[in-house]
Every structure is written in structure tokens, then in C-alpha cells.
């Protein structure tokens, strides 16, 4: 990256910025100026009165089954592989209870693209748990496998979601979207769909009436300029149907799988993750909420991200096994996330999939 003069963070202030100068940014602004840069435009969404919002949820991986073999990936294993499953619907019907009695409110379904799925497994899942828990959110199926579904079954994107929505869909999570740049998307998940696929996928959702995030994984073979490349796309399509709640930038694990082996990444450390993160908020001015990757970073940088432009502390987790796969495991229960939130001299709420507060927790 070509090193520019350090930037006037007053003219920055209250005006969509440039490419450059987000790079500029990223090069040559200190961390906490660039932090406190980044929560002045939170606060323009999220002021201070107002709550950091986290939601109870759950992730189940209805199968581990998959063809897509992305190099970063140390939960899924090539179809016929011994290892592979498919959860019966007993499995995620008695996760799906727990959740719902433990006050949850989000059930985030995703898996492998199993060629043996078509859609009427999906629409027959989706049935039965909104039949038997009619009050959950089903924020279920990333692009890729939204796109999956459409090749195994041989629909097109809209007929497959207006099919899943009719089924129970509520919302569909960013999930796949790596870096939104096919160079970088050849090295690391070249089976995966191309990124204006992805894209696609979002806008049919978006148009048929369907709020969805957005996520970034960044930290490997990407450079930033790639990551803004990403950045771009997502602020690009935000214009259409505004229809992104909230942007999620986490880092690539390098435990576990082929790419953290075998090719030389760009690690992201805990500073590149605070300034990427607050790049992006200052970027994507027309998303607006951001949420912390606790998951990924910890409860402590977790924490520091409010002060760099996330109001959102994301899901409590009940489960998760495709990051813990791939060497990171941050267990932290929902007391905990709570009390991060009052060490910061703010209020915490439980939140529902669409931002709506369900409860505020106050600190005093």
C-alpha cells in the first residue's frame, strides 16, 4: 500500500469517504483517533443513551457434509467422508427447545452444501420449527448454500426463497462472503460461488422483502485494499434496499485447515482487527449497526471494539463449531457479556434478529 499524508480528520468528519481516504485512514491515523473517529459515527446512530444490544441465540449445523472444500474450513468434510452427519430433526428439535427456555430468540441454521439436500429438506425443516416453536426467528442459509440449494434442486434464486419464506425463512445471515474479490476467493474457497453470486443472492432477498448482514473474514491472503474492495460492495447494494441490519468483520483462524498451514496469511492481529473494524464503520455509512466479534477476538477485545465503532455485542452463542473448529474457543456466557457492557458506563439489552429491544439491562 503507498503510504499517503496523515489525514485531516476534521474534513472526514459527517462525509462519505473515499476509497483512498480509507486507506489513508488505515495507514496513517493513531489507533485511538482512529477508534474515536470511528465512535463518533456510531454515536450518530447509536447514541450514547442508548443500549449495547447482544441476542440470544443458537447455531446448529444441520449437516457437515459438504463439496465446496474451502481452504480456511475445519468443520466440514467431503461427502461420503465417515465423519459426515446429517442432525435428525429429534437433535435439532431438543437444541431448538433449550434455546427457546433459556429465553433465545434467534435460531441460526447453517451447514455444508450436501448434494443430498434439495430444497424440500429445507422447506420440511423450516416447517417443523415453526409448527413447534412459532415464536423463534429462522436467520438460516448463507448465499452459498441459498445457491446451493438452487443447483441441486434446479431453481432459480427467487423461486428458492420465496419457497423458503413460505416455509418459515425470516432472515438470511452473511455467512460466505469471505472477501467479496474472486482473485482472493480463487486461493482460498475456489469451489465456492463467486462473488457477484453472492451479491445476487442478497439483492433477490433484499427485494422480496428479507433483511440479511453481512459478514467480512479477513486476516489471511486479502490485502486491504481488497478489503475495502469488499467494503464498496456491500455499501453499494446498501443503496438499493438498505437492506443489511448489520455488518460483521471477523478474522481468519488459522488453526486446523490447509490455508493456515500451507500458505503464508496475513494474520490479522487484535489492532488490525480494532482498525479494520473502525475503517468500516467510518466506510459503511449507511449500515447501522456493527457487531463486536467476541467470537473470534475475545470478551476483552470484544469489549474495546464499542469504543471503535460497534453498538452491538452479537449473539450470545450458545453453540458454535466452525470457528472452535478451526482453534478459537472463547466461551462466554450471556452474565458476561453483560458485565463488558456495564464496564463501559453503558446500559446492556437483549435484542431480537431485526434490532428490535426485547429487554434492557440496566447497570445501575
Known amino acids: 500500500m503507498q503510504l499517503l499524508t496523515k489525514p485531516n480528520l476534521d474534513k472526514l468528519s459527517g462525509k462519505r469517504i473515499t476509497t483512498e481516504e480509507a486507506i489513508n485512514l488505515y495507514l496513517n491515523t493513531d489507533c485511538l483517533e482512529l477508534g474515536d473517529l470511528a465512535d463518533q459515527i456510531r454515536?450518530?446512530?447509536?447514541?450514547?443513551?442508548?443500549?449495547?444490544?447482544?441476542?440470544?441465540?443458537?447455531?446448529?449445523?444441520?449437516?457437515?457434509?459438504?463439496?465446496?472444500?474451502?481452504?480456511?474450513?475445519?468443520?466440514?468434510f467431503w461427502p461420503g467422508d465417515k465423519r459426515t452427519y446429517i442432525n435428525s430433526y429429534e437433535i435439532i428439535h431438543e437444541k431448538t427447545k433449550e434455546l427457546v427456555e433459556l429465553g433465545g430468540t434467534q435460531l441460526l441454521l447453517q451447514g455444508g452444501h450436501n448434494p443430498e439436500l434439495k430444497i424440500e429438506y429445507y422447506e420440511d425443516l423450516l416447517k417443523r420449527l415453526k409448527t413447534d416453536f412459532s415464536d423463534i426467528t429462522l436467520h438460516a442459509l448463507s448465499p452459498s448454500e441459498v445457491d446451493h440449494v438452487c443447483n441441486v434442486s434446479k431453481l432459480d434464486i427467487e423461486t428458492v426463497l420465496r419457497r423458503l419464506i413460505n416455509a418459515g425463512l425470516d432472515s438470511i445471515p452473511g455467512g460466505g462472503a469471505e472477501i467479496l474479490v474472486d482473485r482472493v476467493r480463487d486461493i482460498i474457497s475456489p469451489l465456492k460461488i463467486k462473488s457477484d453470486r453472492w451479491l445476487e443472492v442478497m439483492e433477490v432477498a433484499h427485494r422480496l422483502g428479507l433483511k440479511t448482514t453481512a459478514t467480512?473474514?479477513?486476516?489471511?491472503?486479502?490485502?486491504?485494499?481488497?478489503?475495502?474492495?469488499?467494503?464498496?460492495?456491500?455499501?453499494?447494494?446498501?443503496?438499493?434496499?438498505?437492506?443489511?441490519?448489520?455488518?460483521?468483520?471477523?478474522?481468519?483462524?488459522?488453526?486446523?485447515?490447509?490455508?493456515?498451514?500451507?500458505?503464508?496469511?496475513?494474520?490479522?492481529?487484535?489492532?488490525?482487527?480494532?482498525?479494520?473494524?473502525?475503517?468500516?464503520?467510518?466506510?459503511?455509512?449507511?449500515?447501522?449497526?456493527?457487531?463486536?466479534?467476541?467470537?473470534?477476538?475475545?470478551?476483552?477485545?470484544?469489549?474495546?471494539?464499542?469504543?471503535?465503532?460497534?453498538?452491538?455485542?452479537?449473539?450470545?452463542?450458545?453453540?458454535?463449531?466452525?470457528?472452535?473448529?478451526?482453534?478459537?474457543?472463547?466461551?462466554?456466557?450471556?452474565?458476561?457479556?453483560?458485565?463488558?457492557?456495564?464496564?463501559?458506563?453503558?446500559?446492556?439489552?437483549?435484542?431480537d434478529t431485526q434490532y428490535n429491544i426485547i429487554k434492557v439491562i440496566s447497570r445501575n
Not at 63 to 70: G, I, L, V
Open 43 to 76: 454515536k450518530k446512530h447509536h447514541p450514547d443513551a442508548e443500549p449495547v444490544t447482544f441476542v440470544i441465540d443458537r447455531n446448529i449445523n444441520y449437516t457437515n457434509a459438504c463439496t465446496t472444500a474451502c481452504r480456511f474450513c475445519a468443520f466440514a
Open 216 to 351: 467480512m473474514m479477513f486476516g489471511h491472503v486479502e490485502t486491504f485494499e481488497e478489503r475495502l474492495e469488499h467494503m464498496e460492495k456491500i455499501r453499494q447494494l446498501q443503496e438499493k434496499y438498505c437492506g443489511f441490519t448489520a455488518f460483521i468483520p471477523w478474522t481468519f483462524q488459522k488453526e486446523n485447515n490447509s490455508l493456515g498451514r500451507d500458505i503464508a496469511c496475513n494474520v490479522s492481529t487484535s489492532i488490525d482487527y480494532l482498525r479494520t473494524l473502525a475503517v468500516s464503520r467510518i466506510y459503511l455509512d449507511n449500515v447501522i449497526n456493527f457487531q463486536s466479534s467476541w467470537v473470534t477476538q475475545g470478551i476483552k477485545i470484544g469489549q474495546i471494539a464499542l469504543a471503535f465503532g460497534a453498538n452491538d455485542m452479537g449473539g450470545t452463542m450458545l453453540e458454535e463449531n466452525v470457528v472452535s473448529a478451526a482453534g478459537t474457543s472463547c466461551p462466554t456466557s450471556m452474565k458476561e457479556i453483560i458485565h463488558a457492557i456495564h464496564k463501559t458506563g453503558r446500559d446492556a439489552a437483549q435484542r
